[in-house]
């Protein structure tokens, strides 16, 4: 990479600049030379002299030095009184190290750091915002419960403060404040209020951590923001993400009732329902519980959905924790891939990633065996890593994959990493038991592994297999028997009470070498653990019960020796065994059931995963990854039975149509009027305005009153995901303004004889509306059912159209803009019926239609050479008029020859078009010369939409279906408008305005600064800040990001 | 959220300390170091460690310990994360993060610090914009400052902070105008003993290098998008566009950055290019063993295998290796007992080989497993995935940029198990 070593090289210059720097700087300045020989206190003299002196280099040096010191750890704090006269220096850096200096050390000097109080108090009005921020954080900064009253009023005046930087600023404060002195809360949760209001971006992040900190309880204070906070939330830095989705999380779950079906709610007892979805779905049928989401709670996981693709792991792990918790199940499988994405990132990372997997895994296998493979361990990794890895592999087994983990399970136990093979005999263990099919084929490796050489593998596996062979009372008398002879060479504690307690367990299955097992430990019994101890004792008892003739000597020699055992739990255990055994006058009742006692069918233990009782802490927390309760957690609620009053979210209508003055007019204009519906208007401007980047001045993001309320569930989402096109409809559709495009769905809803002039823009409108259901796919099935509907409508429209174009209100245009060249018709009759229309009304043409400046030369594949048997198909959009039909997309197909034969009589076969599409085919090809290609074009009418069409492509021998789906931009056609014009109509469309308003900032900006742009060229339909090039077909309407 | 920072250097001195609310002594890391001698390697220090009354939450780079005190529930990502992002923004500023350049920039780092966080709460981590506000140290500027008394901190809150693009200074000027892309993907692979690929998979990033003055609007395509399905991007990179046309629209930060990076899973994608042949034995009698190690390759598109070396821990009972290497150099080191062997270029017609004996403790028993060997490589001019860059359009300024595009396959974590 020559670039950046060139920029390492640079840097490192630098480094050795501020090397000789320094080194000069300590050479010049007497303390330097002094700061060897002499004391501490001399030295910070020293400091204190140069703190006063009049140069501000000396400063500077000094206050170098003592930011040193404090980095240090050492302490500085005499050096205070000479430090706080410089706050009110004018250099700024010396500035800022006071700053430093006061924040760390103003607590324990309060009285002297009042000193500096009102320089802080005079730099609050400074008129550059930064110099008012850092002298806020200073101020929020210096724990003086004294000042309390400023700070509180200081906040006051930030938080309303032009600038969103220092309103940042603020929220931050609240929180010093709120931990000075909590009695402020009240006042504090004001101002957090009126912050959450705000609607920079840069604010959000700020105040919804200030309110977790501050209130995290007053969760009404969010309501009237919700949607904005979910709007806003792509825009947010990364670190604002994580706390808001964390909070909305917990909002979520509090507010909406949960997608999940009935029946899962038991997820944490039987987790048995998780094993297949479908069984699952089943299920919810036959309730037949009907529910809808609500259109709030479906905004929150769509507009998470993005972020997935962060670049900061913590975001990731924010929204698959945010779809674990509240999405509908079905759609939580997209968090996986992400996920298993963080795996590549540092140790760190990868161990609280795993950790959380690991969770989920135990809960819903199937998101996550996919990505099997991508567990698998590597020698190099970490112990702690592979353990987890190891973990989740073990959550994952199913009698599919176990053969394949088995195998690789063989590999790690041989690992030269120790406590990992002990993890996973332990694993195979706990394999054995929840797959039933193999757990023979496990018992027989980890009885191989008992002749392994390794001590720790050994003992190991006695403890697996001991408890295996207590979940299966089959006989495994070999088993034991080999596990007797065991006794002999290991030494590892755990091992040898393991085999002594499944001695004494099946007793009466070896019964001759109990006896003998229970003779040599006796013999060694002083020398044991105290583990071992405890099992010779209850080994000698089950014996003494058994087969009292042979060890009873041996039993009671035993209870002697462990009389007067030094553990006196050893001591214990031998008084209780022998009172219940051994009968006296004394015992009880007791020793009767004796052998009962002892001999009982002891229940077998459960081999669970230790993430199994993680799951009632919230993902992606601290309390999750420490498994306690973290302070300050915030339990995640339960979902309600009964959904709070979802209308607290809408927020009061600003009259929006004031500022849409054209609209108003072709409204006025409109034979249709009465169909115009206010419900419709607004929703249409919520939609708008959530989409909006909330800096401008204008209230749009408050008006949602009505939408929520009158539409539920899936079918209101794709509707305004339909009206969000039509704003860019709306956008294309100059001359008919707003109120035309809004009503085409009234219109659809209430006639079918519609003599609108807006079939133009529904048709935009559907294409858009299209391209937006294709990336919703959790509404698919509706939406769809939504456009077939449109589709017809458009048809209708179209024929219409031609007809309608002259109702089109002119009056708007500017009439002075230069005329621009009538240009060669491009694709999309629609379209160009429609605005050759406009050109034709001789008062105005601002828009006319121009010649695509830019043809990609990007093909697609319509046919892969691997599928076709040789035969390669791609498609190219020549964006040339059609010389088909003029309502039809001229596409270019090559056909290309890979085999070595002939191949004969290429051409069309069936063709599977939806409604309303049409085609006309290229002529039959007789044959293709091997490594030929010929290429042909073929028109097809895509009734605007971006539906795909599906036909074959036969040859003499085969049919292949193929399809061909168009990119929305090449459904468009490139029109030139003066820049002048485009502005106009901008400003004109406040909605759309707003809608992409960051991006237009930027381009104005760029625009009018740097004088670039070539009015002439640009196309309303695209985003101005792509420029003349892209003006053109083949990019998507209005994209921000 | 984050109350202080420790850097902890190897050695388990404390040489910086940093408090953003009240102070926290330094006692607390003593839970720190306990749970560090516990684990025995660095690599195995837990990255969170509760203690009664604070949470320590560390990353380990450069051989630096970075510890983060925390004292209420916080995600614990956001705090690693973040803690990526300071090494990060150090090695942006000195080149290299090491104890001595802290230590050497104190002030600078205390001042990047102070910006970086308040109280405990991220405040600009974007190195574009601190680069603003603190400027990074370089020969000019200390001669400048030292003749002009004018200092290294900014007074103006940088218009990235504002704007809509906050990863971007304003006002950027450059002579040669030049936008660098580095396609670089690493093959992260698991082979078994008989040479099959257990899993293969692909990490691919686009790094940039990107020079250009004003706000210029990048728009890179791809000639196979399709192949990326699992991505993450810079902020600056538009969504929707990806979304709806699979090209990336972006206004690029100033410098180096990480445009994007992917992750190709499928395995039938995966091509392996090196394949290792291998034939090391331990006999139980005798205390000598066979060792002997061929590379080749396989797959490579035609392109030269470069940087080659293969790596290995031996198990313990191995006290001496001799080996005679047909290319390259070779080390044994008998106290870690690692071998790494640094070959070079593979020259298909002429395999680079290892072989020769090792002599093994007398009378311990024979190894349980063959040792895995970790192998590194490079290939110039490929990447592996078969990614191609269509084309990178600029729009916005009226320069013509220089524009370069490099391709380059690594070894990521490739091991062949023997």
Same mark, same amino acid.
């Given at each position: 990479?020559s670039s950046?070593?060139?920029?390492y ?8 600049a ?6 000069a ?17 001399k ?11 009049n140069?501000?280099?000396a *400063? ?16 500085a704090?005499e ?6 006269k ?8 010396i500035k800022k190290?006071?700053?430093? &200096? $006061?924040?760390?050390y ?5 009285d002297?750091?009042l ?23 200073v101020?929020?900064s210096?724990r ?5 009253p ?10 309303a ?6 309103r940042?600023?603020?929220a931050?404060?609240?929180q010093? $404040? ?8 009240e006042?504090?949760i004001e101002i ?7 609607k920079?971006?840069l604010?959000?992040?700020?105040v919804v ?42 909002y ?10 009935e ?17 699952? =779905? ?18 929150? /996981? ?27 199940k079905s ?10 994405r ?9 161990? /609280?990633?795993?950790?959380?997997i ?8 199937g998101?996550?065996e996919?990505?099997?493979?991508s567990?698998y ?16 592999? +073990? ?16 590999t ?5 990493? *120790?406590q990992?093979?002990a993890?996973?005999i332990?694993? /195979?263990?706990r394999?054995?038991t929840s ?20 001590e ?9 297999? =001991?408890?295996?062979l ?10 034991i ?6 006794l002999?060479?290991?030494?590892v504690?755990?091992a ?9 367990e099946?007793c ?27 099992q010779?004792?209850?080994? #000698?008892?089950?014996?003494? $019960? +058994?087969?009292? =003739?042979?060890?009873?000597l041996?039993?009671q &020699? ?5 009389k ?27 020793s009767?059931?004796a ?5 009982a ?7 669970e995963?230790?993430f ?19 302070? #300050?957690?915030l339990?995640?609620?339960n ?21 849409w ?5 072709a ?15 607004e929703e249409?401007?919520s ?8 800096e401008?001045?204008?209230e749009?993001g408050?008006?949602e009153?009505?939408?929520?309320g ?7 989402e794709?509707?305004?995901e339909?009206?969000a096109?039509? =704003?860019?409809?709306?956008k294309?559709?100059k001359?008919k303004?707003?109120?035309d ?9 209430n ?16 294409s ?12 698919e ?6 456009t *077939?509907e ?5 048809m ?5 159209l ?7 209100d ?10 621009v060249?009538?240009?060669?018709p491009?694709l ?16 105005s043409?601002?828009?006319?239609v121009?010649?695509p ?9 319509l ?27 001229s596409?270019? /197909? ?6 070595d ?10 063709? *599977?078009?939806p409604?309303g ?6 002529n ?17 009418d895509?009734c605007?939409?971006?539906q ?7 040859t003499?021998?085969?049919?292949f279906?193929v399809?061909?789906?168009p ?5 468009l ?5 003066s ?7 901008q ?9 992409s308003k960051?991006?237009?900032? $930027?381009?104005?900006?760029r ?9 002439a ?5 695209c985003?101005?800040?792509?420029g003349?090039k ?7 309407p209005?994209?921000?990001? | 959220?984050?109350?202080s920072?420790?850097l902890? %250097?190897?050695?388990?001195d ?6 953003w609310?009240?102070v ?12 560090q ?27 630096i ?5 925390i ?9 690693i994360?973040?803690?990526?992002r300071?090494v990060d923004?150090?090695q942006?500023?000195f ?32 190195s574009n914009?601190l680069?603003?506000l ?6 000019l500027?200390?001669?400048v ?6 200092t ?11 704007s809509v ?5 304003t ?9 660098y ?14 040479g099959?690929?257990?899993t293969?998979e692909?990490q ?9 003055t004003?706000?210029p609007?990048l728009?890179?395509?791809?000639? %196979? ?8 991007f ?6 929707k ?7 990336l629209?972006?206004i690029?930060p100033?410098? %180096? ?11 039938n ?6 394949y290792?042949k ?6 139980d009698?005798? @205390?000598?063993?066979r ?27 191995v ?6 290497p ?6 044994f080191d008998?106290v870690t007992?690692?071998l790494s062997w ?7 017609q ?5 072989k020769?004996?090792m002599s ?24 592996? @995935?078969?990614l ?6 600029m729009?916005g ?6 524009k ?15």
């Open positions: 990479m950046n070593s060139f920029a090289n640079e840097q490192s210059g630098g480094g050795e501020t090397e000789l720097g320094q080194e700087t300590s050479t010049i300045s007497p303390s330097g030379a002094f700061g060897l020989f002499s004391s501490d206190m030295k910070n003299e020293d400091l204190k002299q140069m703190l006063e002196s140069k501000d280099s *400063k500077l040096d000094a206050m170098k030095r003592i930011v040193g010191m404090i980095a240090k750890g050492k302490n704090s050096l205070f009184p000479a430090v706080v410089n706050v009110a220096s004018k250099n700024i850096e190290l006071v700053y430093v &200096y $006061l924040v760390r103003a607590e324990e000097q309060q002297l750091a000193l500096s109080i009102s320089t802080f108090q005079r730099a609050l009005k400074d008129p550059n915002q930064l110099i008012r921020a850092s002298a806020l954080r101020l929020s210096i003086v419960p004294i000042i309390v400023i700070m509180m009023l200081a906040i006051k005046e930030a938080s403060d032009l600038s969103p930087y220092v940042k600023n603020a931050h404060a609240i010093k $404040l709120y931990s000075l002195d909590p009695e402020q809360k006042m504090l957090i209020e009126k912050l959450l209001k705000d920079s971006t604010v959000a992040g700020s951590m200030a309110f977790e900190e501050v209130c995290p309880d007053r969760i009404d204070l969010i309501h009237k923001n919700y949607r904005k906070l979910c709007n806003l939330l792509v825009d947010v830095e990364e670190w604002g993400q994580v706390v808001i989705i964390h909070m909305l999380t917990r979520a779950r509090t507010q909406f009732v949960s997608p999940w079906k029946g899962d709610g038991l997820e944490d007892n039987e987790k048995d329902f998780y094993d297949s979805d479908e069984e699952q =779905k089943e299920k919810a049928d036959k309730r037949k519980r009907p529910y809808t989401m609500d259109p709030d709670h479906r905004l929150l /996981i769509r507009n998470t959905k993005p972020l997935l693709q962060s670049r900061n792991a913590a975001v990731v792990m924010a929204v698959a924790q945010l779809y674990w918790h509240i999405a509908p759609e939580a499988g997209i968090i996986s891939k992400s996920l298993v963080l795996l590549r990132s540092s140790r760190e990372v990868q161990y /609280i990633v795993l950790q959380n690991a969770t989920m895994s135990i809960q819903r296998k998101m996550f996919p990505y099997l493979k567990f361990v590597r020698s190099t990794d970490p112990t702690m890593i592979k353990i987890l890895k190891l973990e989740i592999l +073990t959550n994952l087994a199913n009698e599919a994959n176990i053969s394949t983990l088995l195998r690789e399970f063989q790690y136990v041989k690992s030269q990493d *120790k990992f093979a993890a996973t332990q694993t /195979i263990g394999c054995a797959i039933t099919e193999v757990s023979d084929t496990c018992l027989n490796g980890l009885v191989c592994l008992l002749s392994n050489r390794d720790i593998v050994v003992a190991e596996s006695v403890v697996v297999i =001991k408890k295996l207590q979940m299966q009372p089959i006989q495994h008398g070999e088993i028997k080999h596990m007797a002879k065991l002999d060479s290991i030494t504690p755990v040898r009470a393991s085999i002594l307690w499944l001695i004494g099946n009466e299955r070896v019964p001759k070498i109990a006896p003998d097992v229970l003779r040599k430990t006796a013999k060694s019994f002083t020398s044991e653990d105290d583990l071992v101890k405890l010779i004792l209850n080994l #000698g008892a089950k014996l003494y $019960l +058994t087969n009292s =003739k042979q060890t009873k041996l039993t &020699y035993i209870l002697n020796l462990g007067y055992d030094q553990n006196y739990d050893i001591r214990d255990r031998t008084r209780f065994i022998r009172q219940l055994i051994v009968p006296n006058e004394k015992s009880g009742a007791l009767k059931y052998k009962k006692i002892f001999l069918q002891k229940p077998a233990p459960l081999l995963s230790p199994k009782d993680r799951d009632h802490f919230q993902l992606g927390t601290l309390s999750h990854t420490l498994n306690t309760k973290a302070t #300050g957690y339990e995640l609620s979902w309600p039975e009964v959904a709070p009053d979802p209308s607290v979210r809408n927020v009061e209508v600003i009259e929006l149509a004031k500022e003055t054209p609209a108003g007019k409204k006025k204009e409109n034979p249709d009027k009465k169909f115009y519906s206010e419900s419709e208007e249409d401007s939609e708008s305005s959530s989409d909006s980047e909330s401008s001045g204008s749009t408050e008006d009153e009505d939408s929520s009158d539409s539920g569930g899936d079918s209101s794709s509707g305004s339909s009206e096109g039509k =704003k860019r409809a709306a294309s559709s001359a303004g707003k109120g495009s809004k009503d085409v769905d009234k219109e659809k809803e006639s079918k004889t519609s003599e609108s002039s807006s079939g133009e823009s529904s048709s935009i409108e559907e858009s509306s299209d391209s937006e259901s294709e990336s919703e796919s959790e509404s099935s509706e939406s769809r059912k939504v *077939k449109k589709e017809k409508k458009t209708q429209d179209r024929n219409a031609t007809k309608d174009v002259s109702l089109l002119l009056d708007d245009f500017n009439p002075v803009s230069t005329p060249a009538l240009p060669t491009a999309s009759p629609s379209l160009i019926a429609d605005l050759e229309g406009l050109n034709l009304s001789a008062t043409s601002v828009i006319s121009s010649t400046v830019f043809v990609p030369g990007k093909t697609h594949v046919l892969h050479r691997m599928s076709g048997k040789g035969l390669a198909a791609h498609y190219f959009f020549p964006r040339q008029p059609c010389i088909f039909g003029d309502k039809m997309v596409v270019q /197909i090559t056909l290309n020859n890979t085999t034969q002939k191949i004969e009589n290429i051409h069309v076969g069936e063709k *599977k078009l409604m599409m049409q085609m006309h085919v290229f039959p090809i007789e044959s293709l010369e091997p490594a030929g290609s010929i290429t042909v074009s073929m028109g097809i895509f605007d939409s971006t795909t069409a599906s036909f074959q492509l036969c003499k021998d085969d049919c279906s399809n061909i789906q990119p929305v931009g090449e459904l056609l490139p029109v030139a408008m820049e002048k014009d485009f502005k106009k109509e400003a004109c469309l406040s909605a759309l305005h707003l809608l960051p991006r237009h900032a $930027l381009w104005n900006e625009n009018f600064h740097h004088n670039y742009c070539c009015p060229e640009f196309c309303f339909l985003d101005p800040s792509e003349s892209c003006s053109q077909r083949g990019c998507s209005f994209w921000t990001r | 959220m984050i109350h920072l420790f902890i %250097n190897s050695s388990g404390i040489f910086l300390e940093k408090h609310k009240s926290v002594s330094r006692s607390v890391c003593d839970y720190f170091f306990e749970a001698e516990r684990a025995t390697e660095a690599e195995n220090v837990p990255p969170v460690i509760p203690t009664p009354h604070h949470y320590l939450l560390s990353v380990y780079r450069h051989k310990f970075f510890v983060a005190v004292q209420t529930e916080v995600p614990p990502l956001f705090v994360e973040f803690l990526h300071v923004t150090f942006d500023y080149g290299v993060c090491s104890e001595p350049v802290i230590k050497d920039n104190v002030v600078v780092v205390y001042e990047v610090l102070e910006e970086m966080l308040d109280n405990g709460f991220p405040l600009a981590t974007e914009i680069k603003e603190i400027k990074p140290p370089t020969i500027r200390t001669v400052n030292t003749i002009t008394g004018s290294n901190v900014g007074d103006q809150l940088p218009t990235g902070q504002l693009v906050p990863w971007r200074r006002g950027v000027k450059y002579t040669n105008n030049e936008a892309f580095d396609v670089i993907e690493e093959i992260d692979a698991i082979i078994d003993k008989s099959s690929t257990i293969a692909i691919g990033v686009i790094d940039a290098c990107v020079k250009l004003g706000m609007d728009t890179l395509s791809f000639m %196979n998008p399709r192949l990326l399905d699992d991505v993450s810079h902020p600056c990179v538009r969504f566009r990806w979304e709806s046309e699979r090209i629209s972006f690029p100033d410098g %180096n950055f990480r445009l994007l990076s992917y992750h190709v899973s499928a395995q994608l995966v091509a392996i290019p090196v290792v291998h034939n090391i034995s331990f006999r009698s005798s @205390s000598l063993g060792f002997e190690i061929t590379v080749g390759p396989k797959q490579t598109m035609g392109k030269t295998i470069e940087g080659v070396t293969v790596a290995s821990q031996m198990p313990r009972g006290l001496n290796m001799s080996l005679t047909s290319q390259g150099t070779h080390t008998p007992k690692m640094d070959v070079g270029k593979i020259n298909p002429k395999l680079p080989s290892l020769g004996t093994l403790q007398a009378g311990a028993s024979k190894p349980d497993e063959n040792p895995t060997i970790n192998l590194q490589f490079k290939i110039q001019q490929l990447a592996i @995935s078969g191609k860059v269509n084309r990178l359009d729009y300024e009226k320069y013509k940029p220089f370069g595009i490099k391709y380059m396959t690594k070894a990521g974590k490739f091991q062949v198990r023997t």
